[in-house]
């Protein structure tokens, strides 16, 4: 069965500092993995996505994920942090068989950036 | 415009009520979703919808019903609404295509129950 954890509820950084940001899965199958943002009072946005063709994914907002399997993570980074970076961060795992479409959400990283 | 809208944005209801929240799509996608977001817990999944005929429990779908009036149609129904059902609660849509699935996302509707 497939789960994902996200590590750390919260996370503060000061802008222009890096942001990382942890998600560990666990999958059966080569899985299908994904963050999503959302910034206040919208709903969620797809910021990357790990489909297999690479193991480093760029996704929008200067933001990038690695995929490594050894670990069994995908955590997100950025290089230097804007405050409008600050939303709320989730990672999903995609199921696969005859689940094949529904995602399974991790518990969402709130990111902070201080001035 | 959006492609995926939810109404209402907003609703204050009381215990024991009916409400429906609604789900319009416009991305031509087949499969739809409603999920809640609880502070801490992430989304959960409430039912989904693979093609119109096909409707699934998710997850939590206790205290919840749902209808799939056409392929661009969603609706959740709470028949009788309790204070725990308080929340934020999301559509969204994926097409049929594998193997990515990503999802796309309603604003969402907050829902209090007094």
């Known amino acids: 069965a497939q789960s994902v954890t996200q590590l750390g509820s919260h996370v503060s950084v000061s802008e222009g500092a890096l942001v990382l940001l942890r998600c560990n899965y666990s999958s059966s199958v080569p899985p299908y993995l994904f963050w999503y943002v959302q910034y206040p009072n919208q709903g969620l946005q797809l910021l990357l996505k790990?489909?297999?063709?690479?193991?480093l994914v760029k996704g929008i907002n200067g933001f990038e994920a690695e995929f490594k399997k050894s670990e069994t993570s995908f955590h997100l980074t950025k290089p230097s942090a804007h405050m409008s970076d600050a939303a709320e961060y989730f990672c999903a795992v995609r199921k696969g068989g005859n689940q094949g479409g529904k995602l399974i959400f991790g518990q969402g990283t709130e990111l902070s950036v201080k001035p | 415009d959006a492609d995926v809208t939810q109404t209402p944005r907003n609703r204050i209801t009381k215990t024991g009520k009916r409400i429906m929240l609604e789900c319009s799509q416009t991305?031509?996608?087949?499969?739809m979703y409603w999920y809640r977001q609880d502070p801490g817990l992430g989304l959960q999944l409430i039912y989904y919808s693979f093609d119109v005929k096909d409707i699934n429990k998710g997850e939590i779908s206790d205290g919840y019903s749902v209808s799939r009036q056409a392929q661009a149609k969603f609706s959740l129904s709470l028949e009788s609404a309790i204070p725990n059902q308080t929340a934020l609660y999301f559509c969204?849509?994926?097409?049929?295509?594998?193997?990515?699935?990503?999802?796309?996302f309603g604003p969402g509707t907050r829902l209090t129950v007094l």
């Open positions: 790990y489909t297999s063709a690479a193991t």
């Open positions: 991305k031509g996608h087949d499969r």
């Open positions: 969204a849509t994926s097409d049929s295509k594998p193997p990515y699935n990503e999802q796309f």
